[in-house]
């Protein structure tokens, strides 16, 4: 009978074709169900996984192994034939690094899923550089790297979160050379493993716990030299993106001055070593002593210097004539408005004279044009008298309008005085 043959129970004619149509009454034969799982579980091709060898048994011909994740709790037993472990160069150890071929298979018989390794390789030095250098790239591809991201560190932090390990010799350097620089500077210590599978998602959880805090002016994450399997961590993509997204400054104080993790290349500022971390986040208190003493010695100089300049200016405005003797002003303005004064005065009284003489010119005029004038010298006038009736008054120009008898009246330089006319005794233009 072939293996994957179904037989249906004793007394039983059919079977559910699904596990959704099985029932109490229906159920499937554990045959069938464990004949389906490893169907189903050995259609799933083989992966290539990356871990870390933490158990490591050989049997035999065969070999059993735990594989851990290099940045998480999770781990993984699976099985591999002697012959393959026999072929790497350099034999696999607990603490191994490596990447295996992983296949799953389902034991019919017993029920158990296994892990069977078909190839396996250790990750060597040479690897893990070319990896971190890719990621490196595709990063800074990305601008995470770019120095307009980068955010300027404050003058002077009033408190500053540090990550770091456990009682670590990196802690102790950034706290002591900090205080020694700046004793009232402030620490909020979060400490870590900054190693192995946790310390990523440790460092991450205190990072992004330190960023929520507004009382936080800066977060160092400082960490001792070692081996680069020990740093990996600190070129995590999780790790290298939550320092990316962080809005505190972040300062990277990893490892020696040949160190260069990713997070060097996206941190806002890199100390070489966690020392120059604690140097370079506070100032000195000596040197800004000194430096206000300066400032405020120079504050001094600028402030003489321009009270002397502005009370040389005052000197000057004193010393000039008008400041100094400013009655000369009123002074000789008031010759001005005497002098004025004269020459108006003589120029109002000049254009009187002129005005007087002129006004008895028009008044000699007029009085000679005047029939008074012509009077005085002897002449007079003429008129019709009252009995002329509506002509009365008129003006005697002709002989011919006063006939023999006609009354006159008659006006000389001294009054009126009427007359009766006799008639014409000389022809005009006589």
């Known amino acids: 009978m072939a293996e994957n043959a179904i037989v249906p129970a004793a007394g039983r004619t059919t079977v559910p074709p699904t596990a959704a149509d099985t029932s109490p009454d229906n159920p499937w034969p554990l045959q069938l169900l464990s004949q389906k799982l490893k169907t189903h579980i050995e259609r799933a091709p083989a992966a290539w996984v990356e871990g870390q060898v933490i158990e490591l048994n050989r049997r035999g011909t065969s070999a059993f192994l735990t ?3 290099v ?3 999770i781990s993984l037993p699976a099985s591999v034939w002697s012959k393959i472990l026999d072929r790497q160069e350099t034999p696999l150890e607990r603490g191994s690094r490596v990447v295996a071929l992983l296949k799953a298979e389902f034991w019919l018989k017993t029920g158990r899923l296994n892990m069977s390794v078909k190839d396996i390789r250790p990750v060597g030095l040479g690897d893990l550089l070319a990896r971190i250098e890719r990621l490196r790239h595709a990063l800074a591809a990305e601008g995470l790297f770019a120095e307009s991201r980068k955010k300027r560190l404050p003058l002077l932090p009033h408190r500053i979160g540090l990550i770091t390990g456990r009682d670590s010799d990196a802690k102790k350097d950034v706290l002591r050379n900090a205080a020694l620089r700046w004793p009232a500077v402030e620490f909020e210590v979060r400490e870590v493993a900054v190693q192995g599978n946790t310390a990523v998602s440790q460092i991450v959880g205190a990072l992004k716990e330190l960023d929520s805090r507004s ?6 994450i400082a960490r001792g030299g070692g081996a680069l399997e020990d740093l990996l961590p600190f070129s995590n993509e999780e790790l290298i993106r939550a320092v990316a997204a962080a809005v505190t400054p972040v300062v990277s104080a990893i490892g ?3 160190d260069r993790p990713i997070l060097d290349d996206v941190a806002d500022l890199r ?3 966690p020392t120059d971390a604690a140097k370079r986040i506070v100032p000195e208190v000596s040197e800004e002593l000194a430096r206000v003493r300066q400032a405020e010695a120079q504050l001094h100089r600028s402030v003489s210097q321009l009270v002397a300049r ?4 005052l000197a000057a405005l004193r010393s000039r004539p008008a400041l100094a003797s400013p009655e000369g002003m009123v002074t000789a303005r008031e010759e001005d408005v005497e002098r004025l004064s004269r020459r108006s005065t003589a120029a109002i009284s000049a254009a009187v004279t002129r005005a007087t003489d002129q006004l008895a010119h028009l008044q ?8 008074q004038q012509t009077l005085d010298r002897g002449y007079a006038v003429v008129q019709l008298g009252e009995a002329s009736g509506a002509a009365a008054g008129t003006v005697v120009r ?3 309008q006063v006939p023999p008898a006609t009354e006159l009246s008659v006006r000389v330089a001294g009054g009126r005085f009427g007359a009766t006319s006799t008639g014409a005794r000389q022809p005009a233009g006589a």
């Open 71 to 73: 940045d998480a709790e």
């Open 271 to 273: 100390a070489s070593t």
């Open 398 to 400: 002709h002989p011919s």
């Open 215 to 220: 009382d936080v002016d800066v977060i160092v």
């Open 256 to 258: 020696h001055e040949a």
């Open 310 to 313: 502005e009370s040389d200016r």
């Open 67 to 69: 594989l851990r994740d």
């Open 364 to 371: 000699a005029q007029v009085r000679a044009l005047s029939p």
